[in-house]
């Protein structure tokens, strides 16, 4: 048994404080006259003393034993049996060479730390892929392992949650005390990540279903103060695969000034003179001709979207315009056309390679010394009207309209330090902690119980 | 207990028991037994050997039946006030309580031109009286008298019971706390001689309700002992034992004709009176 906040231990000798006072208050015996002790002490009474006083006793312990309880409920108890470890490998194709090798030896390091029979590794090549130690696979809550019923798009919901392990593309799993998601590696081949949800589904109590469509940000509980992260999925036009990806709630102070004067600069050098590259995109003219020249941020305020988009923050964006949205995470780059074959522009390699480049430079230099990388940027298309989120801070757009948004995401990461968390708190770590709290605030309530009971009808 | 303050206050104990009464009294006790009055009660049918004068010749006339008319007889009777002078009744404000009552029905009897007559624990009695003179001697004796001392109740009870006399009301204020044998016995031999007992048991807040709490050593007033006690855990069988002591107590007195009228010092002795008169002998 080990304690997730064992600080709070040193709260227990408090546990004497009944004790303490039942004694205390005692002291010396003071002397009361009383008029006479004809009713007092009888003897008829022996035994109903005796069970008074060890009902007095009873309660006393009780009340230990719920100050116990209270500061084992505050310090968390787990598990400290097997440690299991997911560790996820990408093989997919952009974890060719270098990283892929660095990812490898990340993943040996693990083996080598948490011991090869408890890292849970599913590793792929092109199409293959396996598992090791399936036999030692642990069991897996269902409430605890998010899920989604399949339609789009699908919320992510449940309590596994997930770190990065390096800046390579190997992952490892975590679990936290306050919530967050299982995750997966970005940029897999489709096939590869319904492989990898197939076999997920496969394991006991592990539900996970895949679809494709547009993602919603969910942003409640951005601002609790530990790291907070979200599964989403979504349908990458540009790639025509499928991906994950996995948002860290890191504050990263971003300098919106600088970056639009950098991405201002970008948009008025660039070239729009491509044609376009299938039957789907248009020119660059044409989106020009439909385009307003507008640039709305978004702050981390609790506002919805339409609110910022009706106000004056518009800024002059070279020939586009765009919603610009900072949510803390990562930076969104909204661009809203009409109509919405417009935004085909948008799948044209070139810009979008110029673009990556630009705002990998842009925020490199930047992220650098804070211990955070731009993982990559990636885009994606929706078509729909801007539907504003209620309350929400960074708001999310549904296609099943005309408009056309483009979503630049910005990936960054902040570089994990070698899984802090990992070694804390694993899966069977999490399950633990969670039968450890039900069964203390049963005992407690047990306690609670026994104590009016004595208390009041004994 | 100095009940000189509250003489301060109320004046004389004798106007304090005389406002006591006056205005808690308002009808007059009657006799059981039916005799020669003016005070018709009801009729009866004749039988042989009644005295013809009774036979009431109207109804004869009217229904042509022989009935006897009944009188109520006014009676006068010996009221013995009893009163514990013993050290428990010094405790608190109780013996306050005690000479209030007792100086209360001492006048209230009196006035119903009733023969009272005072005994009290500490060996002072009275012979039953009408007279005022000695009347006033009683309350002069119970301003200044002081509880203390100890009494043996068998000795106390059997010596009482020798100078009653003549059949009537026996009061008993104390606060009944010891054996209760020995007014179990008294009062039982009170009922057999056609004499009625009541009783008003005079408690003390603090022994109605035993508020202490913690270790204590416990130091009673007529006792030497001291008895070590955890008062949290006494509290409930105190409680417990005074609730039975006070029921099988009511219930002596109840079985042998007369009512057990129970007080505490925070209590006005106005509703105790009050009881007594309310509700009946």
Redesign the interface.
Do not use: P, Q, T, W
């Given at each position: 048994m080990s304690f997730l906040y064992p600080f709070f231990l040193f709260l227990l000798p408090l546990a004497a404080l009944p004790l303490i006072l039942f004694t205390g208050l005692r002291g010396k015996k003071k002397e009361i006259i009383f008029s006479t002790l004809f009713l007092i002490r009888r003897e008829e009474f022996r035994d109903e003393r005796f069970k008074q006083r060890l009902r007095l006793w009873l309660i006393i312990i009780l009340r230990i034993l719920m100050i116990i309880t209270i500061i084992f409920l505050l310090a968390r108890p787990r598990y400290f049996g097997k440690r299991w470890h997911f560790a996820y490998f990408d093989a997919s194709i952009s974890m060719k060479e270098a990283k892929a090798e660095r990812a490898r030896s990340a993943l040996f390091k693990l083996l080598d730390i948490f011991g090869e029979k408890r890292v849970f590794v599913i590793d792929f090549d092109g199409e293959r892929l396996f598992i090791k130690d399936t036999s030692e696979v642990p069991p897996m809550a269902v409430n605890d392992v998010f899920y989604t019923d399949g339609r789009l798009p699908f919320q992510p919901s449940g309590k596994v949650i997930c770190a990065p392990l390096s800046s390579s593309d190997a992952w490892i799993h975590l679990d936290s005390i306050k919530g967050g998601y299982m995750y997966f590696s970005a940029f897999s081949p489709e096939n590869t990540v319904v492989k990898v949800y197939n076999l997920l589904q496969s394991l006991d109590s592990f539900e996970i279903k895949a679809g494709k469509g547009s993602f919603i940000y969910s942003v409640s509980g951005r601002k609790m103060n530990y790291p907070w992260f979200f599964v989403d999925y979504r349908d990458n036009l540009m790639e025509n695969n499928y991906f994950f990806y996995v948002a860290l709630n890191g504050k990263i102070p971003v300098r919106l000034d600088k970056k639009l004067m950098v991405l201002k600069a970008f948009f008025d050098s660039y070239p729009f003179t491509l044609s376009p590259v299938s039957d789907n995109c248009v020119s660059v003219d044409t989106i020009l001709q439909g385009c307003k020249r507008q640039v709305v941020f978004f702050s981390k305020k609790n506002r919805g979207l339409e609110s910022y988009v009706n106000k004056a923050h518009k800024v002059p964006f070279g020939k586009w315009y765009g919603y610009m949205m900072h949510s803390g995470i990562n930076s969104f780059l909204f661009f809203r056309f009409y109509p919405h074959d417009t935004a085909a522009q948008f799948y044209d390699p070139e810009f979008l390679k110029a673009l990556s480049d630009t705002l990998k430079n842009m925020f490199k230099e930047e992220r650098a010394e804070k211990n955070v990388f731009i993982r990559d940027v990636d885009f994606s298309i929706c078509r729909g009207p801007l539907v504003p989120e209620k309350n929400s801070v960074a708001g999310f757009y549904v296609c099943n309209g005309d408009t056309v948004a483009v979503n630049i995401d910005i990936q960054e990461y902040r570089k994990p330090s070698l899984c802090k968390h990992s070694e804390e708190v694993s899966f069977k770590q999490l399950s633990s902690i969670m039968v450890f709290q039900r069964l203390l605030v049963y005992f407690l309530i047990l306690l609670f119980v026994f104590e009016t009971a004595l208390l009041y009808f004994l | 207990m100095d009940i000189s303050p509250f003489v301060e206050k109320y004046g004389s104990l004798f106007i304090k028991s005389k406002f006591l009464v006056d205005g808690l009294y308002q009808g007059k006790h009657r006799s059981i037994t039916f005799g020669y009055s003016v005070e018709f009660t009801e009729h009866r049918p004749y039988e042989v050997g009644d005295d013809l004068r009774f036979v009431d010749w109207k109804v004869y006339a009217r229904t042509d039946r022989f009935m006897v008319k009944k009188f109520t007889d006014e009676t006068e009777m010996d009221v013995y006030v009893f009163l514990d002078t013993s050290g428990?009744?010094?405790?608190?404000a109780?013996f306050h309580s005690a000479i209030l009552i007792a100086g209360a029905l001492l006048y209230l009897f009196n006035t119903q031109k009733d023969r009272v007559s005072l005994y009290t624990t500490s060996g002072f009695f009275a012979p039953p009286t009408r007279r005022k003179d000695e009347l006033k001697e009683m309350f002069r004796y119970l301003e200044n008298i002081t509880p203390q001392n100890t009494f043996i109740p068998d000795e106390v009870f059997m010596d009482f019971s020798i100078r009653i006399k003549k059949r009537g009301y026996i009061i008993l204020i104390s606060?009944f706390?010891?054996d209760i044998s020995y007014i179990e016995r008294f009062i039982r031999f009170m009922h057999k001689k056609h004499r009625t007992t009541v009783g008003f048991m005079v408690l003390?807040e603090?022994?109605e309700k035993f508020p202490?709490s913690?270790?204590?050593?416990?130091?009673?007033?007529?006792?030497e002992?001291?008895?070590?006690?955890?008062?949290?855990?006494?509290k409930?069988?105190?409680l417990?034992?005074?609730k039975e002591?006070k029921k099988s107590l009511s219930n002596h007195f109840k079985s042998n004709g007369g009512k057990l009228i129970t007080l505490t010092d925070k209590d006005g002795v106005e509703s105790a009176i009050s009881m007594f008169i309310g509700g009946g002998r």
């Open positions: - | 428990s009744m010094r405790y608190e109780k606060d706390l010891y003390s603090k022994e202490f913690g270790g204590a050593l416990f130091k009673g007033i007529e006792e002992a001291i008895v070590e006690v955890n008062a949290d855990l006494e409930r069988m105190y417990k034992a005074l002591h």
